[in-house]
Each structure stands twice: as structure tokens, then as C-alpha cells.
Nanobody, 125 residues
Framework: VQLQASGGGLAQAGGSLRLSCAAS????????MGWFRQAPGKEREFVAT????????YYADSVKGRFTISRDNAKNTVYLQMNSLKPEDTAVYCC???????????????????WGQGTLVTVSS
């Protein structure tokens, strides 16, 4: 599975961006999907995850209430709507696919087997 993330860019604090992650596989609905981010000088951290059907989602506390993950399985695409952006949201955002997860979703990076190249989000104050 190849993943292509897009939609990053420069936003002002309080603004919004929507990231997209297009999957190459027609069976992408078989995968739990997630978004992770890595800020300069910091470790990669979990952002959001969504179940195969899209019915269940889970967020990091730092983005809960501001970010929304969704998916369109017909288009093999996962989205991350980011609202009320803060400078601390600045990072490279990567989408990932987890075919082996037995539960609804996963916030653990080790569960994910396929990773996209990342898209840079910069939030200015």
C-alpha cells in the first residue's frame, strides 16, 4: 500500500487546514488508518485514528475538539480537518495504515505497517 499525504501549508493561529491521505490499494477499507506528526527536534506523536468503517475515532488529548479524522472508502482517502490551529501544531504530518489491528483503531505507531511521506504544516502566531 502506498500512501500520499497532501494539504499541508502555512496557516495562521486560529486558522484551518485539511489534510488528505490517498491510498493506492482498492482494499484500503481493510486498514485502520491514523495520522501522526513530528515536530522539529521532537519524537513522532499520535494525532488521530479511525476504524475501518469510519464509525469510530480516537484523538490525542492535544487535538481533541479541534481536529476531525474521517475517511471515504469509496475514494480510498482519509482526511484530517484541523481547526483552531496553534503554533504548537507545527509539524510534519504523516498518515499510516494498519492492516493487522484487531480492534477498532490504534494509537500506537508500532501497529502501523505502511507510512506516507508526510506533509508539512506550519502555524504562525
Amino acid at each position: 500500500v502506498q500512501l500520499q499525504a497532501s494539504g499541508g501549508g502555512l496557516a495562521q493561529a486560529g486558522g484551518s487546514l485539511r489534510l488528505s491521505c490517498a491510498a493506492s490499494a482498492r482494499t484500503s477499507s481493510d486498514y485502520v488508518m491514523g495520522w501522526f506528526r513530528q515536530a522539529p527536534g521532537k519524537e513522532r506523536e499520535f494525532v488521530a485514528t479511525i476504524s475501518r468503517s469510519g464509525a469510530f475515532t480516537y484523538y490525542a488529548d492535544s487535538v481533541k475538539g479541534r481536529f476531525t479524522i474521517s475517511r471515504d472508502n469509496a475514494k480510498n482517502t482519509v482526511y484530517l480537518q484541523m481547526n483552531s490551529l496553534k503554533p504548537e501544531d507545527t509539524a510534519v504530518y504523516c498518515c499510516a495504515a494498519a492492516p493487522r489491528v484487531g480492534g477498532r483503531y490504534s494509537s500506537t505507531s508500532k501497529s502501523y505497517d505502511y507510512w506516507g511521506q508526510g506533509t508539512l504544516v506550519t502555524v504562525s502566531s
